[in-house]
């Protein structure tokens, strides 16, 4: 699946706002691979793991992989495939900010990216997944069709 973690100066519900280039020492130091894929920012439920992770001009874009061999990752799958969860948000440390006096915003000029999590509610509400594959048809789901199409072809009615 792939969708947006952060975007750019947008507020999210607790005045933070995003900055561009704030996630780029993070991602050049970790990269995707330690960077953390967790269900509601709980380090015990891990679902997967991180493909790609990159700033572009409009935010976080983030591709990932569910670990369908985890049953709260099918549980997830699910339901987003459902459209019941599509949150994405981020768990971070600040290194860099500046408070805004007049709009009481929070400029994050520079976060230690720590995880991305699939949540219910995230703090920036269009922080979203946007695309999700379907889950491969099991190979022996595809045999059996492939068998009954070969020596069951379908009935055919004959006008007499």
């Known amino acids: 699946f792939e969708g947006y973690a952060s975007l750019f100066g947008i507020a999210d519900l607790g005045k933070d706002v995003v900055m561009p280039g704030a996630f780029a020492d993070s991602l050049a130091r970790r990269g995707p691979s330690e960077i953390r894929m967790l269900w509601q920012h709980d380090a015990g439920q891990p679902i997967g793991r991180w ?24 549980d997830v799958h699910a339901l987003i495939k459902d459209g019941a969860v599509d949150g994405l948000s981020i768990g971070f440390r600040v290194e860099r900010a500046r408070a805004e006096r007049p709009t009481g915003l929070r400029r994050l000029e520079k976060l230690d990216l720590w995880e991305i999590s699939i949540v219910t509610f995230p703090m920036l509400p269009g922080a979203r997944v946007g695309a999700v594959k379907a889950v491969p048809r099991p190979l022996a789901a ?14 055919r009615a004959f006008a007499r």
Not at 51 to 74: F, H, M, Q, T, Y
Not at 142 to 155: K, M
């Open 142 to 155: 595809t045999i059996r069709s492939c068998v009954h199409r070969l020596f069951d072809p379908p009935r």
């Open 51 to 74: 493909l790609s992770i990159a700033e572009d001009p409009r935010g976080l874009k983030v591709r990932g992989k569910l670990n369908l061999a985890v049953e709260r990752a099918r």
